[in-house]
């Protein structure tokens, strides 16, 4: 058997952006959750430094984990042990890892709907059944201790995402422990995925492991850390499963690149400079939700954290994918069409990620809204 994997079309919009690049065009690149920075500037000088006196090679560096560990301590208050860290080769391989250690084929994980496309066909392609939860503006766009309370059977397994992709909603501390009891009273384990972790514009996400000590956490180095390229994530797994999971880490993946360890390590003691980005990306959120209203674009999920719009333009389409083709050829800015997030109702809703620079957010809402404006006269034609 072979799992049915369906497609990444945000990749696709992405291909063709950059083949009208190439042949000349300005392409605004807001289809992809990646910063536009690079890593910080002391983390690239250290790793000029390695290059030049490191041979390297298969390597799990202890400083890196102690300091991931201190890391929990000083944000979160909870304790972890540094042995119960594992370095992976960013998150997506983070999350294979927990899941394998955590679920044998056939077991059923419950995700939110809208939802990043890569749970729903990690999960397939892992032989595990999706559980997608239909989770609107009534719940912010969060599965909750509710949903999870109503579904028959009790899934195996829970993903949790805080803030979430593609919608930026962050869960409440009340509800997480909500969240934590509900899974803890019916045998469900979770899986907390705080890649968008430190991309908070009002009260900062918390960790689900000062709630649910045994949860598995994947983080990574990709987003807050502008470090998407480095290819360096990491995962907590509770005591009970560190074995099972070293097992897997040695045997599918060995370790994360050496030279992305060493920058890694530098890269938190970049506090400033990692906060001038958030900093950035808080004043481009500003931009867009100031913009919304020229865009005709009135119902969209909160954008608590992360760095994303998440949209509804149905008022304009049934049909997301040809959307953002034709916003990408008329006007040179490329987005993400909502179908990745949510096979059922994603046909009416796109996301932008504002991980660019201020300068391009301006541009893409100059380019986009007598576009917007425009097709809004055309769907009332019946034109588009």
Known sequence: MVANIDPFHAIAISREAHRLEAEGRSILHMEFGQPSTGAPSAAIAQAHAVLDSDPMGYWESPALKERIALHYRERYGVTVDAEQILLTCGASPGLVLALTSLFAPGARVATARPGYVAYRNTLKALYLEPLEVDCGPAERYQIGAAALEALEPAPDGAIIASPANPTGTIIPADEMARIAETCRARGIRIVSDEIYHGLSYGDPARSMLEFAPDAVIVNSFSKYFSMAGWRLGWVVFPPDLIDTARARMGNL?????????????????????????????????????????????????????????????????????????????????????????????????????????????????????????????????RIF
């Open 253 to 381: 993946f060995l370790t994360p690149p050496s030279l992305a360890q060493h920058a890694g390590l530098k890269a938190f003691d970049c506090i400033d400079e990692l906060e001038g980005h958030v900093a950035t990306y808080r004043r481009n959120r500003e931009l867009l939700l100031a913009a919304l209203p020229a865009l005709g674009l009135r119902e969209i999920a909160p954008p608590d954290g992360a760095f994303y719009i998440y949209a509804d333009v149905g008022h304009l389409t049934d049909d997301s994918l040809a959307f953002c083709q034709k916003l990408l050829r008329d006007t040179g800015v490329a987005t993400a069409p909502g179908i990745d997030f949510d096979p059922v109702d994603g046909h009416r809703h796109i996301r932008f990620s504002f991980a660019v620079s201020t300068d391009r957010v301006e541009d893409a809402i100059a380019r986009m809204i007598p576009w917007f404006k425009a097709q809004a006269v055309a769907s009332k034609k």
